[in-house]
Nanobody, 121 residues
Framework: QVQLVESGGGLVQPGGSLRLSCAAT????????MGWYRQAPGKQRELVAR???????NYADSVKGRFTIFRDNAQNTVYLQMNTLKPEDTAVYYC???????????????WGQGTQVTVSS
């Protein structure tokens, strides 16, 4: 079965950088989109960045110019390069993928388990 394996979270000082990675593993026919969401305490989960199979990207306004999403299609992996981190970026970051499994004709969404990003001095 499909799993999303996340890595790269941690503690960083304001102004620092982190790179998150997420690899989709298992029987995958095709991936429609991959992205990153985050959820801070007491807040709803929100989209941070997304990249489609066609290469289109979109970002939350709060991270534009600081974060970059990119993918490695051969490895079914998506990355989130986070620069100039702010305390407001502190959240659990979740990888998301919308894909077709194996011989399935239907799209299905998957979530990673989440990785904590803490920005603090």
């Amino acid at each position: 079965q499909v799993q999303l394996v996340e890595s790269g979270g941690g503690l960083v000082q304001p102004g620092g950088s982190l790179r998150l990675s997420c690899a989709a593993t298992g029987s995958i026919f095709s991936i429609n989109a991959m992205g990153w969401y985050r959820q801070a305490p007491g807040k709803q989960r929100e989209l941070v960045a997304r990249v489609t199979s066609g290469g289109s990207t979109n970002y939350a306004d709060s991270v534009k110019g600081r974060f970059t999403i990119f993918r490695d299609n051969a490895q079914n992996t998506v990355y989130l390069q986070m620069n100039t981190l702010k305390p407001e970026d502190t959240a659990v970051y979740y990888c998301n993928s919308v894909l077709r499994e194996g011989s399935s004709q239907y799209l299905k969404g998957y979530w990673g388990q989440g990785t904590q990003v803490t920005v603090s001095s």
